[in-house]
């Protein structure tokens, strides 16, 4: 069974910083691409960033770019985000998700449940 | 980037009726990179469709995928009671891989 478990969500202020991680297990993990979706409060899913099974090939949504960083260990099966000078609006429930296949552009067919991000004064 | 809109905001219908949900995209996007994701309250999204029109593993017959260029649509065949949530569409062919703003599906 494939399981996604996130990590690393809390409370921070703005212009601080969190690294998410997400252990995965039930498949070959550096057989697939993976992503880090969000949905903020009341509002729609955004695709923050990607990458393919071994991390050469990555994007970002314009929003993050620059202050957010994905990553991966293909020995320990961890995915991570690196997540700098937060902002208000990157306020949301963090979903960590496995591809269909091992590139990064990939339809998003496991996900996580989530960890919960909140940048707040 | 490529902007998806998706119509109609909210469909109301009752169980048993068919669903046509759209996804219009801001230019011609290739078929093999469009998606359709369900999304119930507290939980996760779930992949119900990849280019375009395969159904994800799992998937019940009664939701179809079709479309080509710049327009795309979600059908669901007859509606049952765990069809009611909202949708969303995605282009993941190149970053951003954005999503567009989603269909509710409520009950009448």
């Known amino acids: 069974e494939v399981q996604l478990v996130e990590s690393g969500g809390g409370v921070q202020r703005p212009g601080g910083s969190l690294r998410l991680s997400c252990v995965a297990s039930?498949?070959?993990?550096?057989?697939?691409?993976m992503s880090w979706v969000r949905r903020a409060p009341e509002k729609g899913l955004e695709c923050v960033a990607g990458?393919?099974?071994?991390?050469?090939?990555?994007g970002y949504a314009d929003s993050v770019k620059g202050r957010f960083t994905i990553s991966r260990d293909n020995d320990k099966n961890v995915l991570y985000l690196e997540m700098n000078s937060l902002r208000a609006e990157d306020t949301a429930l963090y979903y960590c998700v496995r591809g269909r296949g091992s590139g990064s552009y990939e339809a998003l067919e496991y996900w996580g449940q989530g960890t919960l991000v909140t940048v707040s004064s | 980037e490529i902007v998806l809109t998706q119509s109609p905001v909210t469909l109301s219908l009752s169980p048993g009726e068919r669903a046509t949900l759209s996804c219009r995209a801001s230019?011609?996007?290739?078929?093999?990179?469009l998606g359709w994701y369900q999304q119930k309250p507290g939980q996760a999204p779930r992949l119900l469709i990849y280019?375009?029109?395969s159904r994800a593993t799992g998937i019940p017959d009664r939701f179809s995928g079709g479309g080509s260029g710049t327009a795309f649509t979600l059908t669901i065949s007859r509606l049952e009671p765990e069809d009611f949530a909202v949708y969303y569409c995605q282009y993941y062919g190149r970053p951003p891989w954005t999503f567009g703003q989603g269909t509710k599906v409520e009950i009448k």
């Open positions: 990458l393919n099974w071994n991390g050469a090939s990555t």
């Open positions: 230019e011609s996007v290739s078929i093999t990179y």
């Open positions: 280019g375009a029109s």
């Open positions: 039930g498949f070959t993990f550096d057989d697939y691409g």
